[in-house]
């Protein structure tokens, strides 16, 4: 009787791109240059704290990875095969230059447009990946404390 009266809607529910377990309440989006300082401070406090990541913080990560894979993939094999019938002549190893550079190219590309998702994915969890990517983008955009204010220029593993 709640679903016909409109109660769904007052049900928590999960992104579709988040994974099983992950929050409903999630901060905004970060913007572009929210998103790199993130991604830095990030890898910075991964880095220096040796942080594991539990198998609720590769879901996403590996989502992001197959995608790309299938894309490139996708993309290079098609262009050697493109290149194989336009320029029959072309012979080992000229012809796989121009397949692995888009490969390569692409890869990334897919890399860098998943990335927005990725944080979005990362900012449901509840682990304490998604608690310190949460707190991280506080930070960032209240000015507050980042990892690269309290570890500075200190290499990973190094005394501090």
């Known amino acids: 009787a709640t679903w ?3 109660g769904i809607d007052s049900v928590p529910r999960r992104s579709r791109s988040a994974p099983a377990g992950a929050m409903a309440s999630t901060p905004a989006v970060p913007s ?3 998103l790199q300082r993130v991604h ?3 890898g910075l406090w991964m880095a220096h704290t040796k942080y594991e990541l539990k198998p609720l913080d590769q879901i996403p990560i590996w989502r992001m990875q197959n995608t790309s894979i299938a894309l490139s993939s996708g993309a290079g094999v098609g262009s050697f095969l493109l290149l194989k019938r336009l320029k ?3 012979r080992f190893p000229l012809d796989i230059v121009p397949p692995f550079i888009i ?3 692409t890869h990334r590309a897919a890399q860098v447009t998943q990335m ?3 944080y979005s994915a990362f900012l449901a969890l509840s682990s304490p990946l998604g608690e310190k990517t949460r707190e991280i983008l506080g930070a960032v955009r209240s000015n ?3 990892p690269s204010h309290e570890f500075g220029q200190q ?4 005394p501090g």
Do not use: I, K, V
């Open 155 to 158: 290499l990973p593993g190094a």
């Open 32 to 34: 572009l240059p929210e």
């Open 116 to 118: 927005p998702t990725l």
């Open 103 to 105: 490969y390569f190219f």
């Open 4 to 6: 016909a009266r409109g």
């Open 40 to 42: 830095r401070e990030l």
């Open 144 to 146: 507050g404390r980042l």
């Open 88 to 90: 029959p002549s072309l």
